[in-house]
């Protein structure tokens, strides 16, 4: 194989042991073993410059292979959308089964499927105490496996035919390197919460997070690499103690250190058991190490005039506009001058829950399964948390002024959003939030706040025709907006459902106050009997008078729903396409998919799971 000649094979002059240039006899300029510790001396800049193209062109070419795949579904469900609105059960039969056999084998074997038998999201714990995460699913696998192995084999693509070890090592330190700071731009871009890359190939930001932890192992692995390359040459040129000398001397070298300790420390703090058991500081010291990291790559590369300098200046670019969005995401819809901030009411709730009620600053588009980060700096001053939007109205304002003659000129019109949602008590700040709010006479908590958001949503149900909908616990929060959604459209003529079922498990009957008042709306709307079937599971009732179904349309009984059993009795009487939704414990999600990845291939079934793990 030929391979580019190398910065060594390039350079027309020799350097000293110090790294001074030295000619030889006859006039001719060489290189010493003194020349290939520092700088580019050794590395195959070409090269280099070729697998960072080749890095980008394979990004690219997945981009638009999802894009191409997310266009041809999207065109799909906008078709049987606009065909299914004015058609019956009966008419809507050509959407009942696939017209192909490839696509429900790639959803079953591939898309849908975990990565061995059935656990995906279900926690993996040592303890009550210790979780050790969840696992990616196969098609997450094997794009892990892709990106590392290819940036393995780039690392490998060596001149072995040089007979100068030193240059050898130091090719691969500046391989590594130029890998490392190339794999940051990707690295950074997953993990914004305004990622471009959400709303234009449809993925959740859960799955960018995954990724963006493994590719932060990538970086982590390769900046090692770099650095031992580095010592190895130095050690073995200038002795063990001219490692000590350099770091003292050169200011390149103290900021390379001090962003790859950073990235070690990085890697020690990222298990799941650490993230778990101490998020809200785990948060706070990956963005401070992150930052110190970024500070440091930037400082190597500009002190030694190195081409990758471009590379950090677009990450730097990149996180920056992240967390520019973001606050102008928060002061737009949280803040104005004649209010202030918004306002939020806090409600105790049976359960060790709470009912949060944000009255936004201006309006703002409510979409079905959508969250929003919560700020609430009297609980928790810098703390974020992503809580799914259960509800969300919008009712006229009144005239502010009592004059009636000015009162008369402003617009009636004028409309004030609030959004509601649910937090259940866990740890940190969600059990501040309780304590302050149950401590109260009445319940009730009046704070100032702020949400950042509306994010998610990407998911459109309105093109199926049966829709069975699945929720554990807090999960609910999630499917009552869809919930809602879908009988309004179905009275209005709006969407192409005609069958809606909705499972919902709590531990006891306390939990159905969690969103009571809601559903008693939903309850009432008009043509909900036509088309929406609730079933509640009790798992640990206090007494069995509890477990009482209401009505032929709300039915309850006791311990937890077989969705195997269920998804054959809706299949069967189904109408048109079918989506299934889950959002609840990682053993419901991983129950739900099994059930439904063995379905696929029975009907037209699309299997939609809302998770965010972390």
């Given at each position: ?492 003529g709006t969407v192409a459902a005609r069958k809606l079922v909705l499972i919902w498990t709590v531990r006891n009957t306390e939990h159905l106050e969690w969103v009571r008042p809601w559903m008693d709306v939903i309850l009432a709307l008009p043509g909900r009997r036509e088309v929406l079937k609730i079933l509640l599971f009790v798992t640990k009732p206090r007494s069995p008078r509890e477990v ?67």
């Amino acid at each position: 194989m030929h391979f580019p000649p190398s910065a060594a094979h390039l350079a027309q002059r020799e350097y000293s042991i110090d790294g001074e240039p030295t000619a030889t006899p006859g006039g001719a300029v060489a290189l010493t073993t003194g020349s290939f510790t520092s700088g580019l001396t050794g590395v195959n800049v070409s090269l280099d410059n070729l697998l960072t193209k080749i890095i980008w062109f394979s990004l690219v070419c997945l981009c638009v292979l999802i894009l191409l795949v997310r266009v041809a579904q999207m065109s799909n469900a906008h078709l049987r959308h606009l065909f299914s609105l004015t058609a019956n059960r009966n008419q809507q039969t050509f959407w009942t089964h696939d017209r192909t056999t490839i696509w429900p084998k790639v959803k079953k074997y591939l898309l849908y499927a975990p990565l061995r038998h059935k656990r995906h999201n279900r926690e993996m714990r040592l303890s009550s105490a210790i979780n050790m995460g969840t696992l990616p699913s196969r098609f997450h696998t094997l794009l892990l496996l892709a990106y590392l192995g290819s940036n393995f084999a780039y690392c490998t693509i060596l001149d072995y035919s040089s007979q100068n070890k030193h240059q050898l090592i130091a090719e691969v330190r500046g391989r590594t390197g130029v890998l490392a700071v190339v794999n940051m731009i990707p690295l950074f871009v997953l993990a914004g919460r305004n990622n471009p890359l959400i709303k234009l190939l449809r993925v959740s930001f859960d799955t960018y997070n995954l990724l963006h932890r493994w590719m932060g192992r990538i970086v982590v692995l390769e900046s090692v690499i770099h650095t031992l390359a580095w010592a190895t040459n130095q050690i073995m040129i200038h002795g063990s103690g001219s490692v000590g000398e350099k770091l003292r001397t050169h200011a390149s070298f103290q900021y390379g250190t001090v962003a790859s300790c950073g990235m070690v420390f990085l890697l020690l703090q990222s298990p799941s058991a650490v993230r778990h058991a101490f998020y809200e500081t785990f948060l706070h010291v990956h963005q401070l190490t992150a930052l110190a990291v970024v500070i440091g790559v930037y400082f190597h590369l500009d002190l030694d005039h190195l081409p990758q300098l471009p590379y950090i200046k677009a990450v730097i670019g990149i996180w920056g506009a992240d967390r520019v969005i973001r606050f102008w995401r928060i002061v737009y819809r949280c803040y104005s001058f004649r209010k202030g901030w918004t306002t939020v009411l806090v409600e105790a709730l049976p359960g060790e829950a709470c009912r949060l009620t944000f009255d936004m600053r201006r309006p703002w588009v409510f979409t079905p399964g959508c969250h929003v980060y919560v700020y609430l700096p009297s609980i928790s001053v810098h703390m974020s948390h992503p809580f799914s939007v259960a509800w969300s109205e919008e009712q006229l304002t009144g005239p502010s002024d009592p004059d009636p003659e000015k009162a008369s000129a402003e617009k009636s019109s004028a409309t004030s959003t609030s959004i509601s949602l649910v937090v259940h008590k866990r740890s940190g700040m969600t059990a501040k939030l309780y304590d302050r709010a149950i401590a109260t006479p009445n319940g009730r908590l009046n704070l100032k706040g702020a949400v950042e958001g509306p994010y998610g949503g990407l998911e459109s149900l309105a093109s199926y025709g049966t829709v069975v909908m699945f929720a554990g616990g807090i999960g609910i929060t999630h499917q009552v907006s869809h919930v809602r959604n879908l009988v309004a459209g179905h009275a209005a003529g709006t969407v192409a459902a005609r069958k809606l079922v909705l499972i919902w498990t709590v531990r006891n009957t306390e939990h159905l106050e969690w969103v009571r008042p809601w559903m008693d709306v939903i309850l009432a709307l008009p043509g909900r009997r036509e088309v929406l079937k609730i079933l509640l599971f009790v798992t640990k009732p206090r007494s069995p008078r509890e477990v009482i179904s209401p009505s032929a349309t709300v039915q309850m009984y006791p311990g937890r729903p077989q969705p195997e059993v269920i998804l054959d009795k809706e299949i069967e009487e189904r109408c048109g396409a079918m989506a299934v939704t889950v959002c609840g414990p990682g053993s419901l999600a991983d129950s739900v998919r099994a059930a439904a990845r063995r379905r696929v291939d029975v009907a037209s079934l699309d299997f939609i799971e809302e998770s965010f793990t972390w």
